[in-house]
């Protein structure tokens, strides 16, 4: 697979979150990559691998760390995923955080493949995906981008060059930050542990 396709970040401002915060402080992410200003994500109709539409509700209530991916990856899936479930397991509260990886290859990843890869990795995390239309709105919501690549004789297998990055959203379904899955090790879960000990039970 061709290297990941970094996310194109244009007009992204460096700003604070009013989410889950005290009255007179924003939310900060200390080791994220970028710090957007708020930005809601528009409504998308995603579903389980089995055809299951998802939750309205399933990137609010709570904080969400969103993957764009595929099951066949080779590599920069499963290094991802790997990543997000060791900060995932230092976490002191996960009951508030989701974790949520959605396939941008609707074609290939159906039930039961798409769970089975994304619960191999933590047994909480969600795996989503959607028509192509839909990927595309969410993607380009975020900054991601993903190509899928021709397959060398019709009807072959393909792989998909796609951004490696996580997108923090905050409980009210806003882009609030971006970490890199190769950065330092317990920073994301630092940044977490602190965000969700301001919040009320």
């Keep these: 697979m061709r290297a990941a396709v970094r996310a194109t970040w244009v007009a992204l401002v460096i700003g604070g979150l009013g989410a889950c915060a005290g009255p007179d402080e924003a939310?900060?992410?200390?080791?994220?990559?970028?710090?957007?200003?708020?930005?809601?994500?528009p409504s998308a109709a995603l579903v389980h691998g089995d055809g299951q539409p998802a939750a309205p509700?399933?990137?609010t209530g709570r904080w969400t760390w969103l993957?764009?991916?595929?099951?066949?990856?080779?590599?920069?899936?499963?290094?991802a995923l790997d990543f997000a479930a060791r900060e995932y397991r230092k976490l002191r509260h996960p009951e508030r955080v989701r974790?949520?990886?959605?396939?941008?290859?609707?074609?290939?990843?159906?039930?039961?493949?798409?769970?089975?890869?994304?619960q191999f990795y933590h047994p909480a995390f969600l795996g989503v995906?959607?028509?192509v239309a839909t990927i595309?709105?969410?993607?380009?919501?975020?900054?991601?981008?993903y190509v899928i690549d021709k397959p060398a004789t019709p009807g072959g297998s393909y792989t998909v060059s796609h951004s490696n990055m996580v997108f923090a959203l905050d409980p009210e379904g806003r882009l609030g930050a971006v970490y890199a899955p190769e950065g330092t090790p317990g920073a994301l879960a630092e940044d977490f542990n602190r965000l969700t000990a301001k919040e009320k039970v």
């Design 136 to 145: 595309d709105t969410l993607t380009r919501a975020v900054g991601a981008s």
């Design 57 to 59: 509700d399933l990137v």
């Design 67 to 79: 993957y764009f991916g595929y099951a066949n990856c080779p590599d920069v899936c499963p290094a």
């Design 129 to 131: 995906t959607a028509d």
């Design 99 to 118: 974790v949520v990886f959605v396939s941008v290859d609707p074609a290939r990843d159906r039930a039961p493949k798409l769970t089975q890869f994304v």
């Design 27 to 41: 939310p900060s992410f200390p080791h994220a990559l970028m710090t957007p200003s708020p930005k809601p994500l």
